[in-house]
């Protein structure tokens, strides 16, 4: 389906069956992706007496058992609730679910101690062109097919500088989607600088905006703009896992 929409000024056109999936496949059969020592994304069959809820195992029906850490496994979008005392769902909060974005593909920089950052300097050519865009994608370089199953936990994943946040919030982004696990650092005493930049917490909350993590963008999908969209399940809680497509605009 071809549909035709308008943002800001500008018009767009896109293909509804085009969509390029740029979420990460949870298989319980295969280990990884995970962060922050959260237990792995398990699913398994309903065991209850007799019945197994397995069609190998002789079941009618298959009826599973799914265990998920939306913050530990795998892509997943989350608001203001993960860090404020105040009950936030992003049921709530994500009331639309596209947006015009600009992907864009940088390598961190190297810090004296080890860590790995994005900073302003690396955002700040891409901001200059800046239009209509309430969302952008960040994807890290390298990145090789193997990201989709890292064990991020204890690794000191790239993060991002409070003030490299602070650029993307006055440039208007509202959705800020990356493939690291945490736009902060994976400790850092409870901060979480980068967490309270994006969503100006505890000062006028940006309630609408969005951080979504653990995206992996494969490398066939160039840099460049495309409309976001964002799915999640009705959950209410802080955080759910998504599954983000990007499309092409045919205009």
């Known amino acids: 389906?071809?549909?035709?929409?308008?943002?800001?000024?500008h018009h767009y056109s896109f293909d509804s069956t085009a969509g390029m999936d740029i979420s990460i496949i949870l298989d319980a059969a295969i280990e990884g992706p995970n962060c922050f020592y959260a237990p792995l994304f398990d699913?398994?069959?309903?065991?209850?007496?007799?019945?197994?809820?397995?069609?190998?195992?002789?079941?009618?029906?298959?009826?599973?058992?799914v265990k998920i850490n939306p913050h530990g496994n795998g892509t997943h979008t989350e608001c203001v609730g993960h860090i404020s005392q105040e009950i936030v769902t992003i049921n709530d909060v994500l009331k639309d679910s596209l947006f015009w974005g600009k992907l864009v593909s940088v390598?961190?920089?190297?810090?004296?101690?080890?860590?790995?950052?994005?900073?302003?300097?690396?955002?700040?050519?891409?901001?200059?062109?800046?239009?209509?865009?309430?969302?952008?994608?960040?994807?890290?370089?390298?990145?090789?097919?193997e990201k989709q199953r890292w064990i991020y936990s204890g690794s000191n994943p790239t993060y991002f500088e409070p003030e490299a946040?602070?650029?993307?919030?006055?440039?208007?982004?509202?959705h800020?989607?990356?493939?690291?696990?945490?736009?902060?650092?994976?400790?850092d005493g409870g901060k979480l600088l980068a967490h309270k930049t994006f969503?100006?917490?505890p000062q006028e909350i940006n309630r609408e905006n969005t951080i979504t993590e653990m995206v992996f963008v494969p490398d066939h999908i160039k840099d460049g703009n495309y409309l976001v969209q964002i799915q999640i399940p009705p959950f209410a809680l802080d955080a759910a896992p998504s599954r983000v497509f990007l499309y092409e605009n045919l205009d």
């Open 1 to 9: 389906m071809i549909i035709d929409t308008r943002i800001g000024q």
């Open 199 to 201: 969503w100006n917490y």
């Open 165 to 174: 946040i602070a650029l993307l919030v006055n440039a208007g982004i509202k």
């Open 43 to 65: 699913a398994s069959p309903l065991v209850s007496g007799d019945f197994i809820g397995d069609t190998r195992k002789g079941s009618p029906v298959n009826f599973y058992n």
């Open 107 to 145: 390598y961190p920089e190297k810090m004296d101690n080890g860590d790995k950052l994005i900073t302003v300097q690396t955002l700040q050519p891409f901001i200059d062109a800046f239009r209509d865009e309430t969302a952008i994608i960040i994807r890290t370089l390298p990145n090789p097919q």
């Open 176 to 187: 800020l989607l990356t493939d690291l696990p945490s736009v902060d650092r994976e400790e």
